[in-house]
C-alpha cells in the first residue's frame, strides 16, 4: 500500500466526515502514530528490518562527537537535530557502532562495545555512549570511519494523498491505519471490537512473516566485537 491507500482506509475505519472533530491535522498525526507503533511492532520482530548506515570520519582526538553536526558525517548530513530533520535522517534508535576501514568499501573492523552513561565510559566499561546529542567515546578515534546502525524517524505527509511509497511491507500496511484508528477510537471514547480483533489478526500475519517468509539466518552469525571479558 501507499500512502494514499493507507490514508484511504483509513478514512473508511474512522467513518467520520465531520472535519472539525477529524481534522487534517488530526489525520496526519493518528497515521504518524500509527506509522511509528507500526515501525516499532516490526522492530520488536525484526530488529535489523528498518535499520540503515552512516559513516562519520573522526578528524581529531576529542572524546565527544557532536551528533548534529554535518561537518562530523560524511555525507554532510547529521543524524539529530533540525538539519537531519529537513533531510529526512533524523535518527530515532541508534542500534550499534562499528569501526571500519572506510566509508565506501565499508569493511568491519570490529564493533564498539555500548555502555548506559559516560561515567561507565569513563571506567572502561565499554567503548562509547550517547548522551544527548553528543557521542562519547572512551578513546581517541582520530583518522578513523565509524559506521552507526540507526533507525530513522521518517518524516511522510500522510494527509498529502498521492501514491507515495511507505516502505517494503506493503501487503501488512493495513496495519499502519487500524493502528491510527485506534488512536482516533480513544478520542471518540468507542470501543471497536472488529477493528481491535482485525488488528490481532493482521499483528499475527506480519509477525508470521518476518519469522518464517523471510530468511532470518542473519541472527545466526557471529560478528566481531571488541571484549570486556563479561562472558
Known amino acids: 500500500m501507499n500512502v494514499s491507500e493507507v490514508y484511504n482506509l483509513f478514512q473508511s475505519l474512522v467513518d467520520d466526515t ?17 506509522y511509528s507503533d507500526f515501525r516499532q511492532r516490526v522492530t520488536s520482530i525484526d530488529p535489523g528490518y528498518y535499520v540503515e ?26 543524524v539529530l537535530g533540525a538539519t537531519a530533520l529537513a533531510n529526512n535522517k533524523l535518527m530515532s534508535r541508534l542500534i550499534r557502532v562499528a569501526k571500519v576501514d572506510n566509508n565506501t ?16 565510559v569513563a571506567q572502561g566499561l565499554g567503548d562509547y555512549c ?13 583518522g578513523s570511519y565509524l559506521r552507526f546502525e540507526y533507525i530513522r524517524d521518517p518524516v ?11 516502505d517494503d511491507l506493503a501487503p501488512h500496511h493495513p496495519l499502519i491505519a487500524l493502528y491510527a484508528a485506534q488512536y482516533y477510537a480513544i478520542r471518540d471514547g468507542a470501543f471497536n471490537e472488529p477493528l481491535n480483533a ?12 518476518l519469522s518464517t517468509g523471510r530468511l532470518s539466518d542473519a541472527a545466526h552469525y557471529v560478528t566481531p566485537q571488541r571484549g570486556y571479558g563479561r562472558f
Not at 562519520?56 to 555525507?75: E, R
Not at 568499501?105 to 561507565?120: G, K, R, V, W
Not at 544527548?132 to 567515546?137: A, F, K, M, V, W
Not at 511522510?156 to 511509497?165: E, F, K, P
Open 18 to 34: 465531520d472535519q472539525t472533530f477529524l481534522t487534517a491535522g488530526n489525520t496526519d498525526t493518528y497515521l504518524k502514530s500509527g
Open 53 to 78: 548506515r552512516t559513516h562519520l570520519l573522526i578528524t581529531s582526538d576529542a572524546h565527544k562527537v557532536d551528533l548534529t553536526a554535518g561537518a562530523n558525517f560524511t555525507d554532510g548530513i547529521p
Open 105 to 120: 568499501s565499508d569493511t568491519l573492523n570490529y564493533y564498539l562495545t555500548p555502555t548506559n552513561t559516560a561515567l561507565e
Open 130 to 142: 550517547v548522551n544527548g546529542t553528543l557521542l562519547i567515546l572512551a578513546q581517541s578515534y582520530n
Open 156 to 166: 511522510i505527509a500522510w494527509t498529502n494523498v498521492a501514491t507515495t511509497y511507505i
Open 198 to 209: 482485525q488488528l490481532v489478526r493482521k499483528e499475527r500475519e506480519l509477525e508470521t512473516y
